[in-house]
DNA sequence: CCTACCGATCGGTAGG
DNA sequence: CCTACCGATCGGTAGG
C-alpha cells in the first residue's frame, strides 16, 4: 500500500471488509470498491497492488485481533477452566466486534492463492491448537470428562465460530452474555442438572 | 432442465456440487463445468437454462434431503429425548453423505437472486424451526434444563452444521458416532460428571 | 451436443 | 487520484 494515509487504509478496508462478506469476495468487482470510497477503479491501485492484496489484509489483521485477544489469557496463571472461560469470552468478543470482518475471516480465506493460503492456514491451525492444548489440560485434569480433545475442540469453536452468522449488536444479547451462555451450555450440556 | 436423461443430470449436478464446494459458486465458470462433463461451454445450456438454475436445484435437493431424513423421526411416537437424538443423527448423515452439497448448502445460498433467496430462506428457516420445536418440548418438559430456546438451538445447529467442515469418510469416526459424541457433550456437557 | 460468436464486465496499467 | 484504455474472461445465444 504505498502513500496511502492511515485514515484511507482504514475506510478502504472497511469497505471492502463490508462488500466481502456481503456478496463474498468473488462476487465484489474493485470497481464496487472503488464506488464506496467515490474514486475511480483504476485509482484504487495507488493503494493496493492486487485485488487479493486487500483480502489479505483483512485476513492476517483479522488473525491478529484473535491471537491479540486469547493470548495474555492463556498466558496467564489462571485456572485451566477460568482460562478456557475467558478465551471463549475473548474469542466472542472479536467476532461481535465486527461480524462482517468474522464472516471474510471464517468464509472468504479459500480465495487465496498460494503460497498465502497455506500461511493462513497455518496460522489458524495454530490458534485452534492454542484451544486445543486448553481443553486437553482440562481433560487430563480431571476438570473436563475423557473426551477426544480433537473432538472437543472442535465442539467448541464451531459453537463460537457460528455466532457471526445471527449476532446483531441491537440484539438482546451482548457479547459477554453469549459468552457466558455459551460456555455454561458447553460445560454442563443441555439436560437437566441431575437428570 | 429440457430433454436431459436423469443420468446426465446426475452428473452434472455432481460436477456442479464439486466445483462450487471448492471454488464457490462466483469463481466457478461454466466452462469449468462443461469440462468436468467434457463437452463445450456451450452445450451445457442444452441442460440448464442458468448457471443459476444449477445452483438453485443443487440447494432445493438438499433441502429436500434434510427434511425427507428428519421428518418421520420428529413425527414419531418417541420420546422428545430420544427424537432429537435421532434427529441429530439422521441430520449428521445427510452431511457426512456429501460434506460438498452440505458446503454449498450451507455457504452458497447468498449468491441467488430474489425471490429465490427468499424462498430459500424460509425453508431453511421452518427446519430450523422443527430442532426448535423438539428443543422447546424438552425444555417444557423438564428434561432440558431452563434455557432460552432459540440459542439451544443455535448451540445444537451450529455444532452439527460445522461438520462439513473437518469430516472425511477415512477419518477415524463414523457419522453414527459422531452424532453420538456430538449428543453426548450436547446433552451432558464438557465438565466430569458430578464437578 | 458443436461451432462460432455476442456484449458486458473483469482486474489491472500507462501516463498524467 | 483521473482519463483512457488493455487483454482476458464471463454467462449466454444462434444456427446447425
Known amino acids: 500500500m504505498p502513500e496511502t494515509t492511515p485514515d484511507r487504509r482504514t475506510e478502504l478496508l ?13 462476487a465484489t468487482s474493485v470497481r464496487e470498491i472503488a464506488d464506496a470510497l467515490a474514486i475511480q477503479a483504476g ?11 486487500l483480502l489479505w489484509q483483512i485476513l492476517t489483521e483479522s488473525a491478529d485481533r484473535f491471537f491479540a485477544a486469547i ?11 477460568e482460562r478456557i472461560r475467558l478465551a471463549i469470552a475473548a ?3 472479536v467476532i461481535t466486534d465486527s461480524t462482517a470482518a468474522a ?18 492456514a497455518g496460522r489458524r491451525d495454530a490458534y485452534e491448537r492454542i484451544f486445543r ?50 460456555t455454561d451450555l458447553l460445560f454442563h450440556g443441555l439436560k437437566r442438572a441431575g437428570s
Chains 1, 2 share one sequence.
Open 133 to 182: 492444548d486448553l481443553i486437553r489440560d482440562a481433560i487430563h485434569e480431571g476438570t473436563f470428562g475423557d473426551f477426544d480433545e480433537k473432538f472437543a475442540t472442535l465442539m467448541v469453536l464451531s459453537s463460537v465460530n457460528w455466532i457471526y452468522q445471527w449476532y446483531r449488536p441491537d440484539g438482546p444479547m451482548t457479547p459477554d452474555e453469549i459468552a457466558r451462555r455459551i
Open 14 to 26: 472497511a469497505a471492502a471488509i463490508r462488500l466481502f462478506s456481503d456478496r463474498g469476495y468473488e
Open 91 to 93: 474469542h466472542v468478543k
Open 103 to 120: 464472516a471474510v475471516y471464517l468464509r472468504e480465506w479459500r480465495h487465496l492463492s498460494e503460497p498465502r493460503k497455506s500461511e493462513f
Open 71 to 81: 493470548q495474555p489469557i492463556v498466558d496467564s496463571k489462571l485456572l485451566t477452566l
Open 43 to 53: 485509482s484504487l491501485y495507488a493503494h493496493i497492488e492486487t485485488k487479493e492484496d
